[in-house]
């Protein structure tokens, strides 16, 4: 039982790059987050998903996409990336609506530098 | 928009110390949740409290949620060095709204 996994750990990029960062999770949990953390600001929402196909936009969503094709992966892409997107990127999954009190379940980390 | 303010922001202590770190807020939430994130890691759930007043305790860690559901405390007794690191609280509003509203955290460092 893996939990969850984020891939890849660490990434550079040069300006205007694109990429696709990976969260899988075993869990069989219907929710799905995306979150950065930077330093002084906290972590940040940036898209989730309440289940299979469907995804929302949460606190800072411009500049990114995301999928949710299938109900243990999701994925959160940059299509040009900028030095603003420099930070640790977490991808978090929870039971959502099955769950009273929303506890949610964190990976790794992928610490993305743009140049 | 729900805040949750914690305080301090840093705390640097020796091994032994008692601690208390806070997180405050104006808003009601049904639950509140604190995290622990060690350097290089990601935020790992330490507790969730649900009731107004409620009290859990972890080995030495005590965690209490505000009458009124709108604080929370965290209590360690005789820090370790392993208890260095981030600690972050989290609220959940409840409902439809599967959003975590979370704090900016309090960094501990215990030294040996």
């Known amino acids: 039982n893996a939990g969850v996994t984020q891939t890849p750990k660490f990434r550079v990029l040069k300006t205007g790059q694109s990429m696709t960062l990976l969260c899988a999770q075993d869990?069989?949990?219907?929710?799905m987050y995306w979150y950065r953390q930077d330093p002084g600001m906290g972590l940040r929402l940036i898209h989730y998903?309440?289940?299979?196909?469907?995804?929302a936009k949460g606190e800072v969503p411009d500049g990114y996409n995301v999928s949710r094709l299938k109900k243990q992966n999701f994925l959160l892409g940059l299509e040009s990336a900028a030095p603003s997107q420099t930070s640790v990127y977490f991808c978090a999954s929870g039971r959502g609506g099955l769950s009273l009190y929303n506890e949610q379940f964190f990976g790794p980390g992928t610490r993305l530098t743009v140049l | 928009t729900q805040l949750l303010e914690q305080s301090p922001q840093f705390l640097s202590i020796q091994e032994g110390e008692n601690l208390t770190v806070y997180c405050n807020s104006s808003s009601v939430f049904s639950s509140l949740q604190w995290y622990r994130q060690e350097p290089g890691e990601g935020p790992v759930l330490l507790v969730t409290v649900v009731t107004g007043g409620e009290v859990k305790k972890l080995k030495r860690l005590t965690f209490q949620f505000g009458d009124a559901r709108k604080d929370s405390s965290l209590h360690i007794t005789a820090a370790q060095p392993g208890d260095t690191g981030l600690y972050l609280c989290a609220g959940n509003s409840g409902g439809s709204n599967y959003k975590l509203t979370f704090g900016k955290g309090t960094l501990l460092t215990v030294n040996p």
């Open positions: 998903s309440v289940g299979e196909g469907t995804t």
């Open positions: 869990m069989n949990h219907e929710y």
